[in-house]
């Protein structure tokens, strides 16, 4: 399913549900109804504002439809994140199997998760007309387990490469940085959807490990799809666009809707990221072997796009 990624960012926003919708009114003055969005279509709600305030049953509403509810702090990173308890019919069953994987099975699909993110990060660096042997290169070096921190390595050489040597990854930074905050909250919130959609324990990792972390596996499975974000944020700047505005923020939350390629054809990226955790959970079962990553390459809308567009 394709839904809605519906983003609250102005503040004195009240939230609500009638009628199957979620409407959103203002706080001030006539207290006028804004809009509405019927709560089947919504894949996820980003509260990226001060002063909201929403009611229990919309709560409740989104979460028996599995759409995360993601808090944001100043920085536009997810703080905390609204999930439902029940996101499968045999939810139990898949987290059984989930928690009895062996470790070995963990580093064979982390070392699978590490190469499609190399390649991925190799295509969007072509796309911006970058060099992409550096992390090619590192493709066939990661084994089981990525041992020796493959995925360390390829980011190292991968920012300077895409965003010039000046550039360093702060997740408290502005411009650059904020933008790809925003566009990983964006990511994370339809990953956290798709792994509770598909039965499995967002906190029961395949590599992450931090004890706080209640997503490990969350940020596992997003690795492939982060370089969709960093290229997008990358043609924005080049587009004179070097700070998170309404414009930026639809323009990050539409790669979701954007078709990548895979085995069975072009599919879009939210799609491939169901796919992906449902082959996961298929391979805890023993019902598969592989997981269905997308193939090598960017969306097609991204890849086609120039500086000049």
């Known amino acids: 399913m394709i839904g809605r990624i519906v983003e609250i960012a102005d503040d004195r926003r009240h939230l609500f549900v009638n009628r199957g919708f979620l409407v959103v009114r203002d706080t001030e003055g ?3 109804e804004l809009g509405q969005v019927p709560l089947d279509d919504i894949a996820a709600v980003i509260a990226n504002a001060h002063g909201l305030t929403y009611t ?3 709560l409740v509403a989104l979460a028996e439809r599995g759409a995360p509810f993601v808090l944001c702090g100043p920085n536009h990173n997810a703080m905390g994140m609204l999930l439902p308890i029940d996101g499968h019919h045999v939810q139990a069953k898949r987290i059984e199997a989930q928690i009895a994987a062996s470790l070995p099975v963990h580093k064979r699909l982390w070392a699978a998760v590490v190469k499609s993110k190399l390649e991925q990060q190799a295509a969007a660096l072509e796309a911006a007309a970058a060099p992409t042997a550096p992390l090619l290169a590192l493709v066939s070096k990661v084994k089981s387990g990525d041992p020796e921190n493959i995925e360390g390595q390829g980011a190292r050489r991968y920012w300077g490469l895409l965003f010039g040597n000046t550039f360093r990854r702060d997740q408290n930074g502005d411009g650059v940085n904020a933008l790809l905050n ?8 339809a990953t956290a959807r798709a792994v509770v959609a598909a039965g499995l324990h967002p906190s029961i990792g395949l590599h992450h490990s931090n004890d706080s972390n209640a997503m490990r596996l969350v940020d ?19 587009q004179g666009e070097a700070h998170v505005t309404p414009e930026t923020k639809r323009a990050l939350v539409r790669v979701l ?3 990548m390629q895979t085995s069975v054809g072009v599919t879009p990226v939210m799609v491939c990221m169901q796919k992906l955790a449902i082959s996961l959970a298929q391979v805890y079962l023993g019902e598969r072997t592989k997981l269905d990553l997308p193939l090598q390459g960017l969306p097609l809308a ?6 000049s567009d």
């Open 220 to 238: 596992d499975l997003m690795e492939p799809f982060r370089p969709v974000v960093d290229l997008k944020v990358w043609q924005l700047l080049a």
């Open 302 to 307: 991204l890849a086609g796009s120039s500086e």
């Open 56 to 58: 229990n049953n919309l």
């Open 30 to 32: 006539e207290r006028k």
């Open 257 to 259: 809707y954007d078709d």
């Open 182 to 189: 925003y566009g990983y909250t964006i990511l994370r919130s």
